[in-house]
């Protein structure tokens, strides 16, 4: 079986922000919480059990909300993304499987995992990659069967604001029907190929010169070409979606 690399795509998550992270560290801000029930419309969001939807419909207060969290009770895999850098690939919605964890089964070790967004009010044009880090040798089946992504490697990356902004995802990927069209659809994860991983890798590490991650992010980048083998220096030019 060809084995691939994967995004995910997250609701947007600005708790715990900070000068070199756009969240994911905490609980939203109240009109982002409005923003992902009410605009996006995301699953866990306007899930009648979930905390934040609970807060919505004024049932619990905010201080009750964020006692939750501080004293590590779980709200959602977003609030506490950059800090555990462990994404979740979702349930399978029809079938036999229905409601069972999506396994990810084309994912293996030292694959590169991104993590990408939209922020509020943005069209899809505009989805960011807000953090990346490499499916390191503590990924295992149980992992696998769980539809989780997890990384105990040195080799992972949150960006700022500014520099998510520089990483759009429809630059690097193209759907393979209708690839002119920055489009999602349905799921929560999409596989891309070790090509695309290095043009990413590659920008990456171009965004963070001048950083305390220069020389760990051309390592990164470095490393996965090795055991790809690929040619750092013959890397082809973007060709995602917006880039046709």
């Not at 306007?46 to 609970?54: A, G, L």
């Not at 201080?63 to 690939?89: P, V």
């Not at 690097?172 to 002119?180: F, G, H, L």
Request: aromatic fraction near 12%; charge should be positive.
């Amino acid at each position: 079986m060809e084995l691939f690399n994967i995004a995910i795509r997250c609701s947007f998550c600005n708790g715990g922000q900070s000068a070199d992270k756009i969240g994911y560290g905490g609980i939203c801000s109240d009109d982002v919480i409005k923003n992902n029930i009410e605009e996006e419309k995301r699953p866990i969001c306007k899930n009648e059990n979930s905390f934040c939807r609970q807060y919505y419909d004024g049932n619990i207060d905010r201080k009750s909300l964020d006692e939750i969290i501080n004293n590590n009770g779980f709200i959602c895999y977003e609030s506490r993304m950059l800090k555990d850098f462990k994404a979740f690939a979702g349930y399978m919605q029809s079938g036999a499987n229905k409601g069972k964890p999506i396994a990810m089964n084309k994912l293996d070790k030292n694959a590169l995992c991104i993590l990408t967004t939209c922020y509020p009010q943005t069209v899809e044009d505009m989805r960011c990659i807000f953090a990346a880090y490499l499916v390191d040798d503590s990924y295992n089946d149980s992992d696998r069967k769980s539809g989780h992504i997890t990384t105990n490697s040195k080799y992972r990356f949150s960006f700022s604001n500014n520099e998510a902004q520089r990483l759009l995802f429809w630059n690097y990927y193209a759907n393979n029907t209708k690839p002119n069209l920055a489009k999602w659809c349905m799921g929560e994860y999409r596989y891309f190929d070790n090509i695309t991983a290095a043009q990413i890798l590659k920008d990456i590490a171009n965004i963070k010169k001048g950083t305390n991650d220069q020389k760990l992010a051309f390592e990164f980048f470095d490393y996965f070409c090795d055991i790809k083998g690929i040619n750092k220096n013959l890397i082809p030019e973007l060709s995602g979606a917006l880039r046709r």
